[in-house]
């Protein structure tokens, strides 16, 4: 693996090294596998008339005038007006008063950009400007595009990875060769320069297939590893104590649902057991299942063990704790000794909660990835929980279940993946589905709207603070960046602020902010201080303030519906009527069509059927679910096949040779220390 830095290439200094830590690349090998987003096409340039408004259009032109410049203190316009009778396009640049003399009367160029209209005209703003020859030149490419953030540009990294791939000598493939030659994969460093730098669509589709097969396999080798370990390995937790779980059950406000009866049982009769406890809860949404897990580790503290419960977000893991605390005092249960540890708890806290772990005081442990970091050690830890388990890996998992005898596990998750998918990504544990929502639930109402209903929203939202309830309105970025064309949590809660009544009190959260400061405004929100609060999607996992009925999403079309399913998740957790307001920032047809999906039902497992049904292969890469389970290229839908594959593949090597000692496995044997290695896979937010 090339783990050199990335300041042993030409042109990139500190500055730029600390951009791309930003996004998770710290060398080499880690920028050669950040993959593009998407890819730029260059299409044919058409005459106005077949223009597509609110779409990026390449337009061939020819200036008939010279441009008119506009220059005050402040900024420089350039206009120049492009005719076609009966129609005109008036392209406008800012900022770049040198254009005029590259824009010479009777010249011809190609001006790309999105053509908007705007009180009857068309305009483009800042478009790109091409000869023909160089327009033709980049027609036939596909031009990576980059998940960024501010400072760093789609070029920089293309600039960047290109050097790599020039510059080191070639990877050797890891993927044994009988595996490619049989499932018809390229090679790796073929399939890893064509999908930075597409020939054309056929050879990144090609490159896409290989890196998706390679990381289903190394995920379901890792699987099949976990499964050995722990497969029928003895419970060496007895439980002899049950009465406190059921003195807590009574106790709680509402009743537990018909699934949660039957879930519990399951879980209860699985730590009784023989055999140690391997078990998945799926459940959607607002099932309720952190109950679930307070319960488990509740018995297993009555039973004088320990338990530790992991989630992905700093804010959860804080929210969970609190939560946990507040149902252990209501039953007089505080000697448990729950603690919080997460990656910004206090050296001097830090100290302390790993001398209670270690000597078995603190029986109860919430907490982020902090939770498996070496120097925590444990006294008797007979379960481990991990929330969220999409937002993890199986490394993670098997690190935490790697601390002292094998403890029994459960995982969480609300990703709906039919059956037949769930056993081979959970192919190491029992599954057990909460199909019932709480009885008290109303249906969330939806609606897909446009910008222009805005206003409507927002009168809309000071009703419901009116009437005591609160907001979340989700933006898809931290502050403006560059070439990016959505809105932002810091703009616009400086927008919002003005826009509401005085005296409703907004305010923002972020993953750049400090995680205390994050905690600070989750807590003030859950105490109602905050009524409207802007937020990226850091919430989007597990957060639980009952009391916000409204959830506004902007630029709905930047998500997919997965995740935009669990955003809506965060209302309708209590009994009042909730909505949910998805803003379409664009007027594309097929995006409005996978919206209503949502607007149709309020169940994950639809919408994620839905969804698979109307992703054609039209898409390149497909619209990604981002931060579902731990893909960074294969997608457990469209891949579904490809998955499958990979399964028998992982049975076919293990089968040949079991422990990867074959002079031929050498280089997988090494990747796959590599990524189980829970150090090379920081979750970030
Ligand atoms: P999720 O399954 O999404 O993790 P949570 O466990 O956070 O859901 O539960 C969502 C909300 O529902 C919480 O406020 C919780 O207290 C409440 N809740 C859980 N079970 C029930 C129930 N049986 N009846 C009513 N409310 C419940
Ligand atoms: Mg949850």
Partial sequence: MNTEPLTSLKGVGEKTEKLFAKVGVYNLQQLLHYYPRDYDCFHSP????????????????????SPSVKTNQKKSVVILELYEEPLRLQLIW?????????????????????????????????PE????????????????????????TSKMVAKAVAQVLDDCAPARDYLPSEIRTEYNLCEINYALSQIHF????????????????????????????????????LNSFPIHAVWKTEEVIETLPYQL???????????????????????????????????LAFLAMILSAENGYQSALMVPTEVLAYQHYESLCRLLEENHLTDYQPMLLTGSTKASEKKKIYRQLSDGSCRMIIGTHALIQEKVQYHNLALVITDEQHRFGVRQRTALAEK?????????????????????????????ILDELPKNRLPIKN???DTSYRPKAYRFIEKQIALGKQVYVICPMVEESEGLDAENVTDYTKKLKNELSPGIKVDMLHGQMKPSQKNEIMERFAAGEIQVLVSTTVIEVGVNVPNATVMMIENAERFGLAQLHQLRGRVGRGADQSYCIFIQGNKEKEVTKRLEI???????????SEDLKLRGSGDLLGTRQSGEMEFSIADIYRDADLLKKAGEAVSRLLLDDPDLEKEEHLELKNIFADYLNPENHEIGL
């Fill in 129 to 152: 400007i091409y000869t023909p020859a160089a327009y033709e030149a980049l027609q036939s490419s596909l031009q990576p595009v980059y998940g960024l953030t501010k400072g760093l």
């Fill in 598 to 608: 949502l607007k149709s039902s309020n169940d994950g497992f639809y919408v994620a």
């Fill in 198 to 233: 597409p020939k054309d669509k056929e050879s990144l589709l090609t490159a896409r297939k290989r890196l998706a097969f390679e990381e289903f396999f190394l995920f379901l080798l890792s699987l099949r590893r976990l499964k050995e370990q722990t497969a029928d390995t």
């Fill in 46 to 65: 058409i005459p106005l008339h077949e223009c597509k408004i609110d779409e990026k259009n390449a337009i061939l032109g020819r200036v008939r005038h």
């Fill in 404 to 432: 002292g005898e094998p403890p029994n596990v459960l995982v969480m998750s609300a990703t709906p993946i039919p059956r037949t998918l769930a056993i081979i990504l959970y192919g190491d544990l029992d599954i057990s």
């Fill in 447 to 449: 609606c897909v709207v």
């Fill in 257 to 291: 649902t018909g699934a949660q009866m039957r879930v519990w049982n399951e879980i209860e009769t699985d730590m009784k057991g023989r055999t140690r406890m391997s078990r998945l809860i799926q459940g959607d949404v607002g099932s309720g299942k952190t109950i």
């Fill in 94 to 126: 800012f900022h770049m008063p040198f254009l005029r003399s590259t824009l010479k009367t009777g010249s011809i160029f190609v001006f790309r950009g999105k053509i908007q209209e705007r009180n009857g005209r068309l305009i483009m703003e800042q």
